[in-house]
């Protein structure tokens, strides 16, 4: 067999992540690997602490990057809390807070399930219900935006009731980090996670992470050891903690972390904000587009979190023909539902970089041009009119 | 505080790893991120497959990158083939046998350790001791070429032993892929991990394995979950596993795997006779200028993997100022003693795209100059002539 260099399809990619990768990213991300131990690079580990202190909005010393996907960061978080027996209370409302039950029941403790419709915010009632009944619970964990259904959940309501009954927090904003309003201190979150590849617009590959000095005390308590090594932030710590003496624990994914850096980097001159009214300027001009074109949102509007839009997909049209054909003639990349949801919902992404007004023009356009060939009775023109419409409103109103 | 983006030293890396990346694969990181599902992607899926089991000459289906760190690959074979009560014989002559060890121990197995001194091979007659004395062991760990000590264990003749006594392997080949012979299929090694940052000449964060069908059978067998969910084969494979249906598990580091692509063509392209022919020769020429500024190698000569050379800090020099100096005046980087061997040894990498001809002579000349500056008596210039009439030697002699 003849392998060739590979040159990718130029994507736009608007599903649940990645999502486009800002050119910067990738340009830094191709620099010169140095060594993981250098002066230079111990620099350049202190700045992205700091930066992701920012994104955070946290002071918590304990604030790394995961050398892993986000999936390892919520590893991490799971196995480093809990030990065996512990209560912990998971809420369920999608995908991933089943994948945090998964991981607590490795780590051999009891889980306590909170279930809410997938489509749904946690309901803090039932949260509340279950911390009465559970005050043993050691951690409560949710997740802040659903990457699989859309919604957004409300995490400072969330975390005050778990205070109030002495339990953990544990929160994942893969989705929402970068993308809505996250106050990592203000909100008295206690592990939180996230991703790279969602409002960051940076590469898949690392999860920041950051632990409050309650749950460190938590975690340093521990009668038994984390169960993994690669994952224990005790030995991570030795080399992403403060000081000039950083040891060895693993090889640290040098160039990924350029592109960690530059991505931060872009969405501190922005500004927090700004990147969050951003995300929910493109999000209302999207949703007009998609509302003309008769999509129904699966979220309840005050539940939906703008930078994923989960749209059911219309009755006799055939799901992934259409995501083929947008990939196929747009080179347009939007999701498909997953578990519950699988055959039955679009996810459309608005994330980082791919929130921009170009993406929300290109998508509502490719969307409309395929469902109409595809026989539905579609407005496409009056779609693509609205969204116009709706960007041309100034950012103030 | 001002931040600015990153822009690195232009280094030189002779270190344990990373080494030196290639340009083309930085350049192929660099491509523009498309989804973990795109047909594209998983075309390329394949192709790396195909090149993995190529570079471990083997024939193993389960055959994939990690998404993490060699040490996340390490785990993953480690908490992938033991339960709790398993019986696990390591072989310690470095750090990252005992790492195996504590692995091993928080995923509940019993560890019986073979112990042999830093800067030697295992031995195989103590490895037969004690798999002599514990039939029960499921597992044999030891490292083909430890990165702690540049030492290169007989892999083929320990994994005869451990399939004598029916007990499978797990090797650590991190250092030794691409860099020395190794044969998965021909020796019959079991489950093989690797990582990108050494001999590839790629950037670091994936770690490549391998699980023969032995191996797929026990890890089948299992009557309890692996205990961390990231690193379940079970589950990954959904993902990386053969035919069209590829399951999201986590999202794969897109421009991370574009690299690994990268170095696996030209790997394939130069071939791995010819790669380990030119890590061989390399070292010859190095070692010759080595031993003429008087420095002495840790290893038995018969012992030694040509990639990584550790030899002796000599009396009365200040090992840290020297490495700084290299780094600092040469843009040279070498390695440091770990664990027991901190402070006295130096590790000097020749592996994937550092393994060339001028690396040789700059390091040679850079350390014959630091050395005469820091006050020893060395030939600085008989050490660059040896080097380069070792490397006029035709490559045939």
């Known amino acids: 067999m003849e392998y060739t260099p590979f040159t990718p399809p130029n994507r736009t990619l ?6 486009d990768v800002h050119p910067r990213v990738l340009e830094a991300m191709a620099r010169p690997t140095i060594g993981h131990l250098d002066p230079a690079f111990v620099g350049l580990m202190d700045e992205i602490k700091a930066l992701l202190q920012y994104a955070f909005q946290t002071e918590n010393r304990l604030t790394m ?12 978080g ?6 065996p027996g512990d209560t912990a209370i998971v809420c369920h409302n999608g995908v991933f807070g089943r994948r945090i039950t998964a991981m607590a029941e490795r780590a051999g403790a009891e889980v306590v399930v909170v279930e809410d419709p997938w489509g749904r915010a946690v309901d803090p009632e039932k949260v509340e219900a279950a911390l009465k009944q559970h005050p043993e619970a050691k951690m409560l964990a949710f997740v802040h935006a659903e990457t699989s259904t859309g919604v957004l959940s409300d995490a400072e309501t969330l975390a ?3 205070h109030e009954y ?3 927090t544990l929160v994942d904003t893969v989705t929402s980090f970068g993308g809505v309003p996250l106050h990592v201190d203000a909100w008295g979150l206690d592990v939180v996670y996230t991703g790279t590849q969602k409002c960051l617009s940076c590469v898949p590959g690392l999860s920041p992470i950051t632990f409050g000095e309650r749950a460190v005390e938590v975690v340093q308590q521990r009668t038994t050891p984390v169960q993994s090594w690669f994952l224990d932030t005790g030995l991570v710590m030795a080399y992403w903690g403060d000081g000039a003496q950083r040891s060895y624990h693993h090889t640290a994914p040098i160039n990924a972390l350029y592109a960690l850096h530059e991505a931060l980097l872009m969405l501190r001159k922005e500004g927090l904000e700004h990147a969050w009214a951003r995300h929910r300027r ?5 949703k007009v587009g998609l509302e003309v074109l008769g999509l129904q949102f699966i979220v309840p509007e005050a539940e939906r979190t703008p930078q994923l839009n989960a749209v059911s997909v ?9 995501r083929h054909r947008l990939l196929r003639e747009h080179d347009l990349e939007i999701g498909a539902g997953l578990g519950d949801l699988a055959g039955r919902i679009w996810r459309i992404g608005l994330m980082g970089y791919a929130a921009r007004r170009e993406n929300v023009l290109k998508c509502v356009d490719a969307l409309g041009t395929v469902l109409a060939d595809e026989g539905l009775a579609v407005d496409a023109q009056g779609a693509l009119d609205a969204v116009q419409s709706a960007l041309a409103t100034p950012a103030e109103a």
């Open 14 to 19: 608007m599903g649940p992540g990645p999502s």
């Open 65 to 76: 990057p995961v050398s892993g996907p986000g999936t390892a960061g919520m590893e991490t």
């Open 78 to 83: 799971v196995v480093n809390l809990l030990e």
């Open 160 to 162: 005050a009731l778990a």
């Open 166 to 168: 002495d339990c953990l």
């Open 282 to 286: 493109l999000h209302e001009a999207l």
């Open 314 to 322: 219309p009755g006799g049209v055939n799901e992934g023909k259409v």
